[in-house]
């Protein structure tokens, strides 16, 4: 008697059920399709509030810009276009440049303060145990919470001429002529108070991104900078510096931004005086504008304002970009 002994499974048909059929092209590209066009419809909605909110009025300015435009016509509903006239005077007169670079110099100083503080009180979060961190956690979200005006005011209330507390505080201290100091009566001291204030508001924004951007760092790194001998500054160019390099850059970003077209800061503490010695671009804009009923010629430093601050953050990035490219 033949004993017959199964063969093993490897015939056609268990290749056949092992072998998988790819999709009809059709269908691959259908679903590449979709699938590159959804990141787009879930992005349409934010560009049209966005084009809503920021396109429409970017528009009009530009429109008016073009006109001139005071308080007859805007009454009578006139619409006069005088074409360039208004650049024209704008750029041809002193005190547009005066101003312009007054807000270059009042932007890099502040965004310089802001950097260097904010970058130190952030490596000071890192360094603090838990209880104390969450504190000044606590304390710096308080500060960036409070809103701009009521910032303005409780400033205005400590720098007031006659009950303020700095000036008491000097006092006691024996400096007697600062008892009755006021500190808007010139264009340093005022300036002196915008940037108190701006730095105040503007580190808490600084500090707690790099220390989020530090706790990226892994601590075998520190473990091995202290293994090989490295000191605190050798640890933190070494380790820490290349970790929070892009926070700092897109910070940075961030404030030139905020600094350059920081308007209810200045403002409100003297108008822009004494004597619009420490007007901005966006202040003189608004006082020429409304204030003075010019508002063709505000629409006209308004847009201006605009191109020196897409003139200083495209130089700014190209600065980042090449300095990414010499890294790599």
């Given at each position: 008697?033949?004993?017959?002994?199964?063969?093993?499974?490897?015939?056609?048909?268990?290749?056949?059920?092992?072998?998988?059929?790819?999709?009809?092209?059709?269908?691959?590209?259908?679903?590449?399709?979709?699938?590159?066009?959804?990141?787009?419809?879930?992005?349409?909605?934010?560009?049209?509030?966005?084009?809503?909110?920021?396109?429409?009025?970017?528009?009009?300015?530009?429109?008016?810009?073009?006109?001139?435009?005071?308080?007859?016509?805007?009454?009578q509903?006139?619409?006069?276009?005088?074409?360039?006239?208004?650049?024209?005077?704008?750029?041809?007169?002193?005190?547009?440049?005066r101003?312009?670079?007054?807000?270059?110099?009042?932007?890099?100083?502040?965004?310089?303060?802001?950097m260097?503080?904010?970058?130190?009180?952030?490596?000071?979060?890192?360094?603090?145990?838990?209880?104390?961190?969450?504190?000044?956690?606590?304390?710096l979200?308080?500060?960036?919470?409070?809103?701009?005006?009521?910032?303005?005011?409780?400033?205005?209330?400590?720098?007031?001429?006659?009950?303020?507390?700095?000036?008491?505080?000097?006092?006691?201290?024996?400096?007697?002529?600062?008892?009755?100091?006021?500190?808007?009566?010139?264009?340093?001291?005022?300036?002196?108070?915008?940037?108190?204030?701006?730095?105040?508001?503007?580190?808490?924004?600084?500090?707690?991104?790099?220390?989020?951007?530090?706790?990226?760092?892994?601590?075998?790194?520190y473990?091995?900078?202290?293994?090989?001998?490295?000191?605190?500054?050798?640890?933190?160019?070494?380790?820490?510096?290349?970790?929070?390099?892009?926070?700092?850059?897109?910070?940075?970003?961030?404030?030139?931004?905020?600094?350059?077209?920081?308007?209810?800061?200045?403002?409100?503490?003297?108008?822009?005086?004494?004597?619009?010695?420490?007007?901005?671009?966006?202040?003189?804009?608004?006082?020429?504008?409304?204030?003075?009923?010019?508002?063709?010629?505000g629409?006209?430093?308004?847009?201006?304002?605009?191109?020196?601050?897409m003139?200083?953050?495209?130089?700014?990035?190209?600065?980042?970009?090449?300095?990414?490219?010499?890294?790599?």
């Open positions: 008697m033949t004993v017959q002994i199964p063969r093993p499974a490897t015939d056609k048909a268990k290749g056949r059920a092992r072998t998988t059929q790819p999709p009809p092209p059709g269908r691959h590209r259908k679903a590449q399709g979709s699938a590159g066009t959804l990141p787009y419809l879930l992005l349409l909605p934010a560009l049209a509030i966005t084009a809503v909110l920021l396109g429409y009025p970017l528009v009009k300015n530009g429109i008016l810009s073009f006109q001139k435009l005071g308080m007859k016509e805007l009454i509903h006139l619409t006069e276009w005088n074409g360039f006239d208004n650049y024209t005077d704008v750029l041809g007169g002193e005190d547009f440049w101003v312009t670079i007054r807000t270059v110099v009042f932007t890099a100083v502040n965004v310089t303060l802001i260097l503080l904010g970058t130190l009180v952030g490596l000071l979060l890192a360094r603090l145990g838990r209880k104390m961190r969450l504190t000044l956690l606590m304390a979200v308080l500060a960036w919470a409070m809103p701009i005006i009521a910032a303005t005011t409780v400033y205005q209330w400590l720098f007031a001429e006659r009950y303020g507390v700095v000036n008491w505080i000097l006092d006691k201290l024996g400096w007697h002529s600062m008892a009755d100091y006021s500190w808007t009566s010139s264009q340093f001291s005022t300036f002196f108070v915008i940037t108190v204030m701006l730095v105040w508001t503007s580190i808490p924004f600084v500090a707690i991104n790099l220390y989020a951007a530090t706790t990226t760092i892994a601590k075998e790194l473990e091995a900078a202290g293994l090989d001998g490295a000191g605190a500054w050798r640890t933190f160019t070494s380790v820490t510096f290349p970790f929070i390099k892009p926070f700092l850059l897109a910070t940075t970003f961030l404030e030139i931004i905020w600094i350059f077209k920081a308007f209810p800061h200045v403002y409100a503490i003297n108008g822009g005086g004494p004597d619009r010695l420490t007007e901005t671009l966006p202040v003189y804009a608004f006082v020429e504008g409304v204030g003075n009923q010019h508002y063709g010629m629409a006209a430093i308004s847009v201006l304002t605009i191109l020196v601050l003139g200083l953050t495209s130089y700014y990035i190209r600065m980042v970009m090449k300095q990414e490219r010499e890294d790599s």
